[in-house]
């Protein structure tokens, strides 16, 4: 879990089968959206655009998330795309260790 101000309330809300769920359908669509050229390879290189030169930010939000891609204008379309669906996967992650940490459960157990 990175350090930041999480605003993710909406997570918190959310039972560990939705949790899960979404987590499952976001890992999906990023898998069937972005799974040729790889990004990281020289293809996905050219086809998506050069890495972020920064993680989630300082600030866990979606809207926050949005703003970054609306500040560096070279990564819209699809390597904003897929910024967004990444913080999205980095946030479900950062919920579910805080709950298994919560109770003192290893992470994948939770399912």
Not at 40 to 50: N, R, T
Not at 79 to 106: F, M, N, P, W
Request: glycine share 8%; hydrophobic share 40%.
């Amino acid at each position: 879990m990175r350090f930041g101000i999480n605003l993710r309330s909406d997570l918190a809300k959310l039972s560990d089968a939705e949790l899960a769920a979404e987590l499952d359908r976001l890992c999906e669509y990023r898998k069937a959206r972005f799974a040729t050229p790889r990004v990281g390879s020289l293809k996905g290189m050219i086809w998506y655009g050069p890495e972020w030169p920064f993680g989630r930010g300082p600030i866990h939000a979606r809207w926050a998330y949005k703003i970054w891609i609306w500040y560096f204008w070279p990564f819209r379309g699809p390597r904003g795309t897929l910024y967004l669906v990444e913080c999205e996967i980095k946030d479900l992650r950062d919920e579910i260790q805080h709950r298994a940490s919560t109770r003192k459960v290893a992470p994948w157990a939770l399912r």
